[in-house]
């Protein structure tokens, strides 16, 4: 089950490309088949195994802070699994 | 429309550890792809959050590629002309004290025209911040030559690199405001990565706290990249700074007045 999860605004990104390169789960990758209205191809979370620990370092080094970071609360002992 | 390919979220379970800063206005900057000016810029909008200083401060704006950074922060702003944005601080600190005045440069705003501008800012110890951003390019004219040009480095206008014997050295400005006996906090960071970046958010609150405290001037330098100039991709361009800028511009504490630890 994954600890966290994130959020990429994909309108706002510029698909600069910083982000797959520091995360640590290498489960973000850039939308080749995708394009924004800007005319970027955005980054997106490809993470079928639900690795995302939700540490947001690529948070952090986001340009264009599209990146919103979710993590489990560990305090909700009836928290659902995640959809 | 686009954001619904994640997965979706139950909200229940998950608390948000990361989201956008209230400083920072909801709009798209106008800055390359991969330009750590948006990293500048969310950095001093999470600090501006976190001490509470949204409703009273005053941005000021410089010319160059943060030409436009009045309308992506969602506290009070005005433009300076090219380079006087510590005049305009100035001025502004004096007659409203109570208000944070901070100014955003970039090099060749603040170490080539404005270059008198922030000597006698940082001589005078008017209580201003400055984040000095340092990619040793001009970024909206082109790509032309700065005073913070590494030796060797091509730009548009040193096509075979940048000749020291002909157009002199870089500055290092952190240094030299840091001989000032006015100044109070100066130091360098650097943003090319997150160790960095997060270590360069702590230096814009401290010296946001300094400027609080009515300690005299506070500048923080951020080392930082300029991928469409530099003609590089973004990753490559923050390894460059790591290879080559940090070497020249080394990162530190230049000045830290002894009342600023207590803060």
């Not at chain 2, 979220?9 to 800063?21: A, D, F, T």
């Not at chain 2, 080394?250 to 600023?260: I, S």
Request: glycine share 8%; hydrophobic share 40%.
């Amino acid at each position: 089950m994954a600890k966290g999860t994130i959020v990429i605004n994909q309108d706002r990104c510029k698909g600069c490309g910083l982000c797959p390169t520091v995360c640590p789960q290498n489960v973000i990758f850039m939308a080749d088949d995708v394009l924004n209205a800007k005319g970027y191809h955005p980054a997106t979370l490809v993470d079928p195994d639900e690795q995302c620990t939700g540490c947001a370092i690529c948070a952090v080094i986001c340009p264009d802070v599209c990146i919103t970071v979710y993590r489990e609360t560990p305090a909700k002992k009836h928290a659902p699994a995640l959809a | 429309m686009l954001a619904t390919l994640n997965a979706p979220i139950s909200e229940n379970s998950l608390q948000v550890v990361y989201e956008y800063p209230e400083s920072l206005s909801p709009v798209v900057t106008h800055y390359c792809p991969g330009c750590t000016h948006g990293i500048a810029h969310r950095l001093l909008a999470e600090a501006l959050d976190e001490l509470g200083l949204r409703e009273k401060t005053i941005l000021v704006a410089p010319v160059g590629c943060s030409v436009f950074a009045y309308q992506y922060f969602e506290t009070d702003g005005c433009e300076a002309a090219h380079g006087r944005a510590p005049a305009m601080a100035t001025g502004l600190k004096r007659v409203q004290p109570d208000k944070t005045v901070v100014t955003y440069q970039g090099d060749g705003d603040l170490v080539s025209i404005g270059a008198a501008e922030i000597l006698h800012a940082a001589a005078r110890g008017e209580n201003i911040t400055t984040i000095f951003i340092n990619n040793a390019i001009y970024g909206m004219t082109g790509g032309q030559m700065a005073p913070t040009t590494l030796p060797g480095q091509k730009t548009t206008s040193s096509p075979f690199g940048r000749n020291t014997t002909m157009t002199g050295n870089p500055i290092r400005m952190s240094e030299l405001l840091a001989n000032m006996d006015g100044s109070a906090y100066i130091v360098r960071r650097s943003l090319h990565d997150v160790k960095n970046i997060r270590k360069a958010k702590k230096a814009i609150i401290t010296a946001l706290k300094v400027q609080m405290a009515g300690l005299g001037f506070s500048m923080v330098e951020l080392l930082s990249s300029c991928p469409t100039n530099w003609s590089i991709q973004p990753e490559k361009a923050l390894e460059w700074i790591e290879d080559n800028m940090v070497p020249y511009f080394p990162l530190g504490d230049y000045k830290v007045r002894d009342e600023v630890n207590g803060l």
